[in-house]
């Protein structure tokens, strides 16, 4: 039995299944999760969520998956680069929207912490945890739209303890689903998407002042200028697939990194 984690799939189906052949997954006794962002950009998010879904494997909310439940809800209007579309049309609509909107926005099992962005400088783990409930909760409610609708009024790049409503929900999915580059007291660049030698003055990746639990290692996406990354206790698995890049499958069990680029596959011993 092994573990994958997998980065940032956004629609590319087939490259995932090529990489899924070149790991020999077994379906039976391995075990797969995913980074966030299953979906858009790439030309077949409805098998990814089909494919995701139907393993029951372990995924967590990225950017682009929440768009996605938007979209569904009539909250967010269509993007220029969408390709959505095939799955908001799919007889079986529902049925996806209600399962990703259940998908936590942080997992931690066995020594790794898994989340599409990044981490909070004074967040720990139990914190970011802790955090992470409290949206998933209400995500999980049957008037989920109405947090959705309250969170997307609010931008929030200064987290504080104090904050309190959308104002709080906005600042803790902000972290998860977007954080790339803060200061090392928290302050939040979320638009920022360059390389990290890009980043704007006094800000600098969040795993740079990243306080790694001993013995917990973070695994993220998000961020495919930065491609597949080690630092600091942890490991950034988005090596940009739908931009032309790779997709990367780190196996947990013994750290080997399996790619598959636009070409032919490539193993790192």
Known sequence: MATYAIGDVQGCYEPLRRLLDLVAFDPAADRLWFAGDLVNRGPDSLSVLRFVKGLGAVAVLGNHDLHLICRAEGISAPKRRDTLDEVLAAADRDEIIDWLRRLPLIHREDGYVLSHAGLLPQWTTGKAMDLAREVESRMRAADYGKLLRRQMA???????????????????IGVFTRLRCCTADGRMALSFSGAPADAPEGYGPWFTWHRANPGETVLYGHWATLGFHREN?????????????????????????????????????
């Open 154 to 172: 609010h931008s929030v790049e200064v987290w504080s303890d104090d904050l309190a409503g959308p104002e709080r929900w906005s600042g803790i």
């Open 233 to 269: 206790g942890t490991v950034c698995l988005d090596s940009g697939c739908v931009w032309g890049g790779s997709l990367t499958a780190l196996r947990l069990d013994d750290g080997r990194v399996f790619e598959v680029p636009g070409g032919l596959p490539r193993v790192h011993r």
